[in-house]
């Protein structure tokens, strides 16, 4: 889902500009996307209410980073217990001219898998913001 229509309450407001500023630590010439799905039939079909999605944009091609946009998509379980949702994983995708040319899963082997691999020095950056905003949620 959308982050802007996930922006409910200061606390989760502040938690998105977090996510938001430590990817741009990591990639500052990245343009962030609040919205970076269409609000149309067949989007709305596949939308996740557990899922924070933001897109970043470079501006062209990155070279480093094998696309020109990235997904990040943090994905939670609302506990019904505790009445709390709980971060149980980022899946962040890559996108070029061709369509996806990798994915990174926290959820299982936190490795990238794909067409086009980004420099190894990508892959740290990656995993270094995915552990942060763990950090961020835990």
Same mark, same amino acid.
């Given at each position: 889902m959308n982050a802007s229509e996930q922006a409910m309450g200061l606390d989760f407001t502040s938690k998105i500009a !977090?996510?938001?500023? #430590?990817?741009?630590i990591?990639?500052?010439? !990245?343009?962030?996307? #609040?919205?970076?799905?269409q609000n149309d039939p067949n989007t709305r079909e596949f939308s996740d209410p557990?899922?924070?999605?933001?897109?970043?944009?470079f501006p062209g091609w990155s070279r480093r980073c094998q696309c020109r946009s990235m997904l990040v998509q943090v994905r939670f379980y609302t506990d019904t217990v505790e009445t709390k949702r709980k971060l149980i994983g980022i899946d962040t995708t890559g996108f070029n001219h061709q369509g996806i040319a990798w994915r990174l899963s926290t959820v299982e082997k936190w490795q990238?898998?794909?067409?086009?691999q980004p420099t190894q020095e990508v892959e740290d950056r990656l995993k270094n913001f995915c552990r942060q905003v763990f950090q961020l949620f835990n």
């Open positions: !977090a996510i938001v500023n #430590l990817f741009k990591e990639f500052p010439d !990245a343009k962030a996307d #609040l919205k970076p799905w557990d899922s924070l999605d933001i897109g970043f944009h990238i898998e794909g067409n086009y």
